[in-house]
């Protein structure tokens, strides 16, 4: 068990709350005929919708989707089109064609493919965060709508920070020695112009800080990723808008998550992945927000400083 990415909201909860019941009336149902797709709740494990254990509760949700390609509907289309051209003499007028492309669609829907996909995510009741395994805002907004609909009085904000983070990245990469404490600098960066985003530079495979990413910082650029290491065991990318990407364990959690893997039940090794997986996000959060609080609060108490690197600084 495993999360690639995350993206981190706050949340609130009555901790009378039973989750796993609250939950169940929005259960995965099969998708409806003439539906393109349908969401719901999926067992975490086994046939459990919520696995609980050490502070922290594993959901999924569920998304069922019909697969229809636009162009099996275009060609199909293209074919009546015709016929009805031919048999009739005159052609076809768009609204006829915007007509006859959505009762193809009606009729085929109910003889389509339907495929699953999952989507998990962790509420650590410890820390009070939801943590998405995705980096995508639009995935993530469809699972905190579900778990609003399906949990009432819950409440959820994503997890923002006072600080630039652009201007972060840019100090990090300048300056390693500035970098929380527990965090190094890996190999790659992205970096992008101030006046025109999609102008965007890939740094990969650079022992940072490299003079070829100094001089285009000096240029004006900005870093919208950095690539991380945290206490040897996780290795990620962070963006500027606090979404975590790329996550891979590093040897010494390998070795954990190995050692998970000779427990004798697999409910063991799920319980015991999902303690180990919990337990070093939530490290992983703190200590980053914590060293940006460091800074902020250095910040705070140096205004006059700090407004006078900001107008020397290109960002």
């Known amino acids: 068990m495993w999360f690639n990415n995350a993206l981190i909201f706050h949340y609130e909860l009555d901790e009378t709350t039973d989750?796993?019941?609250?939950?169940?009336?929005?259960?995965?149902?099969?998708?409806?005929?003439?539906?393109?797709?349908?969401?719901?709740?999926?067992?975490?494990?086994?046939d459990e919708l919520v696995q609980e254990i050490a502070g922290c509760s594993l959901i999924c949700m569920g998304k069922e989707e019909r697969i229809l390609p636009r162009g099996v509907i275009n060609r199909m289309?293209?074919?009546?089109?015709?016929?009805?051209?031919?048999?009739?003499?005159r052609t076809v007028k768009r609204a006829e064609k915007a007509q006859l492309a959505e009762d193809l669609e009606f009729e085929l829907l109910p003889k389509s493919f339907c495929l699953q996909?999952?989507?998990?995510?962790?509420?650590?009741?410890?820390?009070?965060?939801?943590?998405?395994n995705t980096a995508s805002n639009t995935q993530a907004s469809q699972l905190t709508s579900l778990i609003r609909?399906?949990?009432?009085?819950?409440?959820?904000?994503?997890?923002?920070?006072?600080?630039?983070?652009?201007?972060?990245?840019?100090?990090w990469i300048s300056n390693p020695a500035s970098l929380p404490s527990a965090f190094q600098l890996a190999s790659d960066c992205l970096l992008f112009s101030l006046d025109d985003e999609k102008k965007r530079f890939t740094c990969k495979g650079y022992e940072l800080p490299a003079e070829e990413v100094l001089t285009l910082l000096s240029q004006g650029l900005a870093a919208a990723e950095v690539s991380l290491i945290w206490n040897?065991?996780?290795?990620?990318?962070?963006?500027?808008?606090?979404?975590?990407?790329?996550?891979?364990?590093?040897?010494?959690?390998?070795?954990?998550?190995?050692?998970?893997?000779?427990?004798?039940e697999e409910y063991q090794q799920q319980d015991a992945a999902l303690t180990l997986l919990s337990g070093?996000?939530?490290?992983?959060?703190?200590?980053?927000?914590?060293?940006l609080a460091v800074i902020k609060t250095d910040i705070e108490s140096g205004v006059m400083k700090e407004e006078k690197i900001a107008e020397e600084s290109p960002f």
């Open 149 to 171: 609909k399906s949990v009432p009085g819950i409440r959820i904000e994503p997890l923002q920070l006072a600080d630039n983070l652009a201007m972060r990245f840019a100090e």
């Open 280 to 291: 070093e996000l939530r490290s992983l959060v703190d200590d980053l927000l914590a060293g």
């Open 77 to 89: 289309l293209a074919e009546r089109v015709q016929t009805l051209e031919t048999q009739q003499g």
């Open 232 to 264: 040897e065991r996780i290795q990620f990318t962070l963006t500027h808008d606090l979404t975590f990407k790329r996550m891979k364990c590093l040897d010494y959690l390998v070795d954990e998550f190995n050692d998970v893997r000779q427990l004798e």
């Open 117 to 132: 996909k999952r989507l998990p995510a962790l509420l650590d009741s410890v820390s009070k965060r939801l943590i998405i």
């Open 19 to 46: 989750l796993a019941t609250s939950l169940a009336d929005e259960k995965m149902k099969p998708c409806p005929p003439h539906a393109r797709f349908i969401y719901g709740w999926l067992p975490a494990f086994a």
